[in-house]
T-cell receptor, first 112, second 114 residues
Framework: AQKITQTQPGMFVQEKEAVTLDCTYD???????LFWYKQPSSGEMIFLIY??????QNATEGRYSLNFQKARKSANLVISASQLGDSAMYFC?????????FGAGTILRVKS | NAGVTQTPKFRILKIGQSMTLQCAQD?????MYWYRQDPGMGLKLIYY???????DKGEVPNGYNVSRSTTEDFPLRLELAAPSQTSVYFC?????????????FGEGSWLTVV
């Protein structure tokens, strides 16, 4: 069974608008962590934001925020005020025990 | 800080050849990982290690081997390269006690098997 599901293979957003990238997860653990990474065309993986399962508030990092809905097992990434440089592949990941599992990714394209 | 260093960055192999992807980290991290990323796809875990001398299989270990003789190094070995191993390989590491944002990735190694 898929541990991390990203249902949007690709998304378009107009520059300066907000966009939400979906992520749902499946785990029976009580303690887990959720992550979002950005992978630009150059290939490196860039950490964006983290949410712990016991964190009561949604994580925010600058223009990134994580809409954490524990009961629904979703951890959507919200990017506000999109910029052209936000065009990249975005991966949702979950820490399970000693390692992370990754979703298939969502390609985001920001239009000018 | 050098962080996680992978070599080589690009390599073309012939079917049946062997090679080792090197990975080194200078952050004294206990956990190290090897992922592969196929075109347009997400990351899949090949092998991981929780410390020197300890390695374990991930999701897609077939065709690969690893070793962890030191904390710093975690090489990935391809014994008989196959076209299905054409991929981008990422090495990563993190500290034992993870605050949530301490996983570090290398820059990736692009491998083509022809």
């Amino acid at each position: 069974a898929q541990k991390i599901t990203q249902t949007q293979p690709g998304m378009f957003v107009q520059e300066k608008e907000a966009v939400t990238l979906d992520c749902t997860y499946d785990t029976s653990d009580q303690s887990y962590g959720l992550f979002w990474y950005k992978q630009p065309s150059s290939g490196e993986m860039i950490f964006l934001i983290y949410q712990g399962s016991y964190d009561e508030q949604n994580a925010t990092e600058g223009r990134y925020s994580l809409n954490f809905q524990k009961a629904r097992k979703s951890a959507n990434l919200v990017i506000s005020a999109s910029q052209l440089g936000d065009s990249a592949m975005y991966f949702c990941a979950m820490r399970e025990g000693t390692h992370k599992v990754f979703g298939a990714g969502t390609i985001l394209r920001v239009k000018s | 800080n050098a962080g996680v260093t992978q070599t080589p960055k690009f390599r073309i192999l012939k079917i049946g050849q062997s090679m080792t992807l090197q990975c080194a980290q200078d952050m004294n991290h206990n956990y190290m990982y090897w992922y592969r990323q196929d075109p347009g796809m997400g990351l899949k875990l090949i092998y991981y290690s929780v410390g020197a001398g300890i390695t374990d299989k991930g999701e897609v270990p077939n065709g690969y081997n690893v070793s962890r003789s030191t904390t710093e190094d975690f090489p990935l070995r391809l014994e008989l390269a196959a076209p299905s191993q054409t991929s981008v390989y990422f090495c990563a590491s993190r500290a034992l006690r993870e605050s949530g944002n301490t996983i570090y990735f290398g820059e990736g190694s692009w491998l083509t098997v022809v």
